[in-house]
């Protein structure tokens, strides 16, 4: 787990593209496209805008591994963008809805409809809350970093000393 803590800031950029490009169209390799994907196209800019910002913040970490919290996550994060590509259904403007690549693998029908769903809109809930999770984690390893020492305002002069003392 260690090694993975590690890896997590170098594989966040390409991974995160990756996944929202799953969310967004990669479903269209499996089964028809509809209405979702011009919403998933109009949302992507915010949702990478928001998962540059965390990955900015894991790595101005430097060196320092990511916790366990914010490798999990991170992780969570990524299952859940992988499960919404999973379970959408694009029902916006047909009388029967374009399936999801789950409905196409495990078989069409209500009860899958609906298994669909639930996964779908689960996926988007934990993967909010896991993104509030990670930045929080983040932020607070950022707030928590103690501040480098300043040096004295004028250096070779004890604090309070402006210069060499009073010229006569």
């Known amino acids: 787990m260690n090694e993975l803590r ?14 929202v490009l799953w969310m967004v169209v990669g479903r269209g390799l499996f089964v028809q496209m509809g209405w979702m994907a011009l919403f998933g196209i109009l949302a992507s800019p915010i ?3 928001l998962l540059w910002l965390t990955t900015r913040m894991m790595r101005e970490r430097g060196r320092r591994p990511l916790t366990s919290g914010q490798a999990w996550a991170q992780i969570v994060l990524w299952a859940a963008m992988l499960v919404f590509g ?9 009388p029967t809805p374009f399936p999801s690549v789950l409905m196409k693998l495990l078989g069409e029908g209500p009860a899958m409809k609906t298994v669909s769903d639930v996964l779908c809109a689960a996926s988007v809930f934990v993967g909010i809350g896991a993104w509030i999770v990670l ?8 707030a928590a970093t103690p501040p480098a020492q300043q040096p004295y305002p004028y250096p070779g002069y004890p604090p309070g000393q402006t210069g060499p003392g009073p010229l006569t």
């Open 6 to 19: 590690q890896d997590i800031p170098a594989l966040a950029t390409p991974l995160n593209v990756l996944l």
């Open 47 to 49: 949702l990478l805008f």
């Open 86 to 94: 999973l379970a959408c259904v694009d029902s916006g403007d047909s």
């Open 135 to 142: 930045h929080g984690k983040l932020t607070k390893d950022i």
